[in-house]
């Protein structure tokens, strides 16, 4: 399953809420215990990228991937995101 997918699933499940920032992404994805196939854990620029491929702002970009997150910056002046 994608990352894009696996972080979907979780805001489906509520196992992380929207919106929510990268930093919380990135705290779920520790505490879920999610490893790349090799058994280590993602890269947080790796995370961020994630979030940036799939983000409809970024749109249009050369990559392929699937736009399907919204984004705004909050009261705190961090970006969140939601699908």
């Given amino acids: 399953m994608s990352l894009n997918n696996r972080i ?3 805001t489906q499940q509520g196992k992380l809420k929207q919106p929510f920032t990268s930093e ?6 520790k505490n879920s215990g999610i490893l790349k ?40 002046g961090k970006k969140e995101y939601w699908f």
Avoid at 37 to 52: C, F, M, R
């Fill in 37 to 76: 196939p090799d058994g280590t854990p993602y890269a947080a620029a790796s995370l961020e990228a994630v979030l940036s491929n799939a983000d409809i702002s970024n749109s249009p970009t050369s990559n392929l991937n699937l736009k399907n997150l919204k984004s705004q910056i909050n009261s705190d």
């Fill in 8 to 10: 979907y699933e979780a």
């Fill in 24 to 29: 919380e992404m990135k705290e779920w994805f």
